[in-house]
């Protein structure tokens, strides 16, 4: 069956970095569009960033575009999102999407928590 689990997330002060990855099995990863959705505390879901299923093409929410940037790497089924300059508003639960569009199914890891605080 289909599995994310999301790793990476901490606590980092404003202006930092940090560097988050998805790991995914039970499905053909180089073959689906991957994306990263957060939730804020208090706040319903955000999409963050979304990558074609060869890499070639990335998308990005405005709030995030020029820090964020979301890669993959096919070989290990692993979705990344290097994420710098972080904000305190940036604070959330990063959580990892597979979106099939045929069935209209999505699958989510358990999520990973992104705290950026002085």
């Known amino acids: 069956q289909v599995r994310l689990v999301e790793s990476g997330g901490g606590l980092v002060q404003p202006g930092g970095s940090l560097r988050l990855s998805c790991a995914a099995s039970?499905?053909?990863?180089?073959?689906?569009?991957m994306s990263w959705v957060r939730q804020a505390p208090g706040k319903g879901l955000e999409w963050v960033s979304s990558?074609?299923?060869?890499?070639?093409?990335?998308v990005y929410a405005d709030s995030v575009k020029g820090r964020f940037t979301i890669s993959r790497d096919n070989a290990k089924n692993t979705v990344y999102l290097q994420m710098t300059s972080l904000k305190p508003e940036d604070t959330a639960v990063y959580y990892c999407?597979?979106?099939?569009?045929?069935?209209?199914?999505?699958?989510w890891g358990q999520g990973t928590q992104v705290t950026v605080s002085s």
């Open positions: 039970g499905f053909t990863f180089s073959g689906f569009y």
């Open positions: 990558i074609y299923s060869d890499g070639t093409n990335t």
């Open positions: 999407n597979l979106y099939i569009y045929s069935s209209d199914v999505s699958y």
